[in-house]
């Protein structure tokens, strides 16, 4: 451990994550709809980077990224799979904990065990509906991986529960909170993260983890929030000239489906919710941002703002995530320091970043070393306005899906998509067609377009254990499931 005297100096660090949040809904950066003025004013004090994804865009490899510091290939979670224990013996939480941070985290971790600190010193946990369903049908008791039920029940009776109004936890359908809005999980988490911050010791520096469940669905945010968009102007979603690639998978009538063609009035409702969402989260930060200055900590503290992936909300017909798409991989990410720190204020931007780098960012801020096990890299220099020479040139994203692999590559202009199963290609002009509505492998000079990015993929992939390429060509139809021993 650092020396305590050493250590005191440092700055603290507060990390907010948002849960299913598009890099797009910002409205500091031209969304047409959504509204974030306080989390723009925190880009306006900042840096906002525009081009931020999250490589594996579902939440627990995402989730290993971003507190790990390592890429697919080497933490191995390349889908999405419950209940695999979490065995890495290097956290961005335990590497503050050993230099003499003061850790918490509030919030959504989802790990395994539930209860696995990954490196904080204290967890107060709000696990996601899905994971509490799922404990109660294998017999085991929900308040033992949730402290959000308990503390519900608390408030308003033995009996109270927060998915009695019937929404699912990965729903299209959307209904305002049918409680008190205090008792909303998202008040939950700031005002638990706000309560750390009064009892936590004064000598320490500390590191804030506070991670909102929203805004994944439930759709259910308090009914101020839902309603002013109900009748707001939306522009329809785009839809490609490749939509139909997916057609095979569309399920009519199912409101969980990752394709579907859905009525207007029901995409509307699911937009009313999302955007609901956002508008209370960034309500709750501003709130959670407060109180750092009510006990005189804003002068002291950076703070970075991320998702762990988007949401496709109808755009091409898709929902969720997993998908190699902007509305699924594209994530937020600022970055703001306090008096002294040289960020530059109010900049944008444009390098290609990922979750990986939010660890050795965060250390690097505090001060402390980052272990050379870490594949991210910082954003620091990014951050006080650097040229960013010998900044990465692509990036590799992937996940399985439909039973096949769906790998990409982005240098934030182009991206390119490749299709295990069936060997489909797909270009992007992201610069003229931000919205991938042209498929230009489809188009005329598609097979010269692609063939530089195919031999990239091509030298990702080689010696993964898939046998996606045999060194000179992709190779279709490998199986693929996130159960085989290398995929975690």
């Known amino acids: 451990m650092s020396d305590p005297g050493d250590a ?25 709809v959504v509204s974030t003025p306080y989390l723009d004013a925190l880009a306006g004090r900042g840096v906002r980077f ?39 013996p290097t956290t961005l939480a335990g590497e503050l904990t050993r230099a003499g941070y003061q850790t918490e985290a509030v919030g959504k971790l989802h790990v ?12 107060v946990l709000h696990s996601p ?37 019937g929404l699912d936890s990965n729903s299209l359908v959307a209904r305002p909170w049918d409680k008190p809005e205090h008792t909303h999980p998202t008040n939950f988490v700031a005002t638990q993260a706000a309560d750390f911050l009064r009892r936590r010791d ?9 991670s909102f469940n929203a805004p994944h669905p439930p759709y259910d945010p308090p009914a101020w929030a839902f309603e002013q968009y109900l009748d707001a102007p939306m522009p329809d979603p785009p839809v490609g000239d490749w939509a139909d690639v997916f057609a095979q998978f569309r399920r ?67 929902f969720r995530k997993a998908f190699p798409y902007e509305g699924s991989a594209r994530i937020p990410m600022i970055l703001a320091g306090p008096p002294g720190s040289d960020l530059a204020g109010g900049a944008v931007r444009d390098e290609v970043v990922e979750l990986r780098d939010v660890m050795p960012t965060l250390l690097e801020c505090a001060g402390v070393p980052v272990p050379a096990s870490v594949e991210g890299h910082s954003l620091l220099e990014l951050a006080r306005g650097g040229a960013g020479a010998g900044w990465r040139d692509v990036l590799h994203g992937e996940h399985i899906l439909f039973e096949q692999s769906l790998h990409w590559l982005t240098d ?47 030298r990702e992939l080689t010696d993964r254990p898939e ?22």
């Open 50 to 88: 525009d081009r931020a994804y999250s490589a594996v865009p579902t939440c627990v490899p995402a989730r290993t990224a971003l507190h790990t510091g390592l890429s697919q290939r080497t933490h191995g979670r390349v889908s999405y799979l419950d209940g695999v224990d979490w065995d890495y």
């Open 467 to 488: 046998g996606f390429t045999d060194g000179a060509a992709l190779v279709t139809g490998r199986p693929v499931h996130p159960s085989l021993p290398h995929l975690r």
């Open 8 to 32: 005191a100096s440092r700055p603290n660090v507060v990390l907010i994550m948002a849960d299913q949040w598009r890099g797009d809904c910002l409205s500091g950066a031209g969304h047409p």
């Open 112 to 123: 395994h065990p539930e209860r696995s600190r990954i490196g904080f010193e204290h967890v």
């Open 412 to 458: 934030g202009r182009t991206k390119y998509v490749w299709f295990s199963g069936s060997g489909h290609e797909q270009l992007f002009d992201l610069v003229d067609d931000p919205a991938e509505t042209h498929d230009l492998a489809a188009g005329p000079g598609g097979p010269s377009r692609v063939a530089p990015w195919r031999e990239r993929l091509i």
């Open 252 to 318: 009519p009538g199912d409101p969980a489906a990752f394709a579907a063609e859905v009525s207007p009035a029901a995409l509307r409702r699911a937009r009313a919710g999302y955007y609901g969402h956002m508008s209370h989260v960034d309500q709750q930060v501003n709130f959670l941002l407060g109180e750092l200055d009510q006990h005189g900590l804003a002068d002291s503290t950076y703070v970075c703002f991320v998702a762990d992936h988007g949401e496709m909300l109808g755009d091409h017909h898709l």
């Open 129 to 165: 509906t899905g994971l509490i369903r799922t404990a109660r049908q294998q017999g085991r008791d929900p308040d033992l991986i949730d402290d959000y039920l308990p503390w519900l029940r608390r408030e308003l009776g033995r009996d109270a529960t927060f998915f009695d109004h």
């Open 202 to 210: 004064p000598r320490a520096p500390f590191f804030l983890f506070a």
